[in-house]
């Protein structure tokens, strides 16, 4: 039997509850697909997380995406050129590295460390150009010495190398901002459309700011510039650009003078009476205080080729403020053609005489160690002060008393296991002071002036004024500070004084070369003192030379 097909029943022939069910179904059937629509929003009403992923996906706000890209660019570059944006190049005698520095006024800043700086309103923009000046390179220094002719073509030998190392900076320049900016702009975005827009705003930024500093560059700049630290004292002591550019003609012949002076002092010396070395002296020169004047390095090689000098005794000061960077200062020391026996000063630190300790043929005394160079014996003690500047307060004349002592006790010492020294060398008079009686010759430095004084137990203190002219002292005072040196002249048997030449050249621009000898009636600590052997000019007899 077939069975009919099954029907839906008609809602009229179903019971009244079941009928309204049936519509309900197909009601909800018919607006199925837009509550489909709608989920989403009302999912998102009922749970937080989906809101959160919501407000996320949203896109951010031009004007804060504007903001975080020139953060990403600024940034960027601003670590590219500290990282990576400086060169090395010389410039005349000097050794420096030029770096550009984000600035909100531009101009250009020369830091000579460590005697300060000076500011230049060269430019103005949101770059600044920073010159460190490292070192000052003794050959080329040696060279000018050498040949001051050569100072007529150092303004265009400056001036070929700052363009050359300007030109080299701004393409390392625009390597640095360029990369800089890319590698943050990766690190942040974490795609390479972002990251290639910032390393090209970075570039359009700094062409931008170096066409600003082109266009509003001042060359006067350089004849008002803004001094600080030690410099400040410059326009001072030295005048300002004008005076001396107008000058420079003038300095340079007088310099060419004063090397002439120097090449001819044994000349004058040898028309000297009383007294003749022989071959057989021993020649010391007793040279301190040189202040990082690197003329001092061309007088002392002078002098050690023209006198014969068998040893070279430095007293100390050789820098001025015991940097690392005035290190390279003391190269010439092991070809001066001479040993060299040298003692710390007040301004020369440890790391300076861990320099000196590690180079050919130089003799470092400190704690009374003790040294035979050229047949003499000598002891000495470093400074044990180190006052580079006025912002240290020295401890004063007990401390030097107290280590003078110590050097006197090992003077004690050696005398008795018959090893006695010939020669005690100090930074501080007053330390060599405590030396008396024990030694017939102590030699110091540090006072800036030449004093000779024959101590009450029989010492003669001899102490040294500035071979190196004061240094940046020098034109403290109404008149530029002299350069000194002595020659000493000691019996080889009988390791007596049996005299000396004093060397005084004009300081700072001056053309004088000046000889005087010096005979001493006794130099033995059991002799007794006559009156006229504790002034600074017993025993006189001499003869000074002038060159014009």
Not at 33 to 60: D, I, Q, V, Y
Not at 63 to 88: F, P
């Amino acid at each position: 039997m077939d069975r009919e097909p099954s029907r839906s029943p008609h809602p009229s022939s179903l019971p009244h509850s079941a009928s309204h069910t049936l519509r309900a179904l197909r009601t909800a059937a018919l607006r199925r697909p837009r509550n489909l629509l709608r989920r989403p929003r009302g999912l998102g009403r009922r749970t937080r997380s989906g809101a959160a992923a919501l407000e996320l996906s949203r896109a951010p706000h031009p004007y804060v995406r504007a903001v975080g890209l020139i953060s990403v660019v600024l940034l960027g570059a601003w670590l590219g050129l500290l990282i990576v944006g400086s060169v090395r190049t010389p410039v005349g005698p000097m050794d420096t590295r030029m770096t550009l520095r984000p600035s909100f006024t531009g101009g250009t800043k020369i830091n000579v460390s460590p005697l300060g700086s000076l500011e230049m309103r060269s430019h103005t923009g949101p770059i600044r150009l920073d010159v460190d000046v490292d070192q000052l390179d003794p050959d080329r220094s040696a060279a000018l010495v050498d040949h001051p002719e050569r100072i007529a073509g150092l303004q265009d030998e400056v001036s070929h190398d700052v363009t050359a190392g300007t030109l080299d900076l701004a393409l390392r320049s625009c390597v640095a901002v360029v990369s800089g900016s890319c590698a943050l702009g990766l690190a942040v975005y974490r795609r390479p459309r972002p990251a290639l827009a910032a390393s090209g705003l970075a570039l359009t930024l700094l062409a931008a700011s170096g066409g600003l500093a082109y266009a509003t560059w001042n060359p006067k700049s350089v004849l008002e510039p803004k001094f600080s630290g030690l410099l400040s004292s410059a326009p001072s002591v030295v005048g300002d650009a004008r005076s001396i550019v107008s000058d420079f003609d003038v300095y340079q012949q007088e310099l060419a003078r004063l090397v002439t002076n120097v090449t001819k002092l044994y000349d004058v010396t040898s028309t000297l009476p009383a007294y003749q070395p022989d071959p057989t002296t021993v020649r010391v020169l007793h040279v301190s205080d040189i202040h990082l004047n690197p003329a001092s390095w061309h007088i002392i090689e002078s002098l050690v080729e023209q006198y014969e000098i068998d040893v070279i005794v430095d007293t100390g000061d050789t820098m001025d403020h015991g940097t690392a960077a005035e290190n390279g200062f003391l190269d010439p020391v092991s070809t001066l053609g001479a040993p060299y026996v040298w003692v710390r000063g007040n301004h020369d630190s440890v790391a300076t005489q861990k320099s000196m300790e590690g180079r050919e043929n130089v003799h470092v005394l400190d704690h009374g160690k003790t040294v035979q160079v050229a047949g003499l014996r000598l002891a000495g003690v470093g400074d044990p002060q180190f006052t580079p500047d006025r912002s240290v307060v020295a401890a004063g004349d007990p401390v030097e008393e107290r280590v003078g002592r110590e050097l006197a006790s090992a003077l004690r010492v050696q005398t008795a296991v018959d090893r006695p020294v010939d020669i005690a060398l100090a930074h501080n008079p007053v330390a060599a002071e405590q030396t008396d009686g024990t030694v017939p010759l102590a030699l110091a430095g540090h006072i800036h002036r030449r004093t000779n004084v024959l101590l009450d137990g029989g010492t003669r203190l001899m102490t040294q004024g500035s071979t190196g002219g004061s240094g940046l002292r020098a034109l403290e005072g109404k008149e530029p500070d002299p350069v000194e040196a002595s020659v000493l002249y000691v019996d080889r048997e009988a390791h007596t004084l049996q005299a000396w030449d004093e060397i005084t050249l004009g300081g700072l621009g001056l053309s004088t070369a000046e000889v005087s000898r010096h005979l001493p009636e006794s130099n033995s600590p059991d002799a007794t003192p006559s009156p006229g052997d504790s002034a600074p000019d017993s025993g006189r007899e001499s003869t000074p030379g002038t060159r014009p």
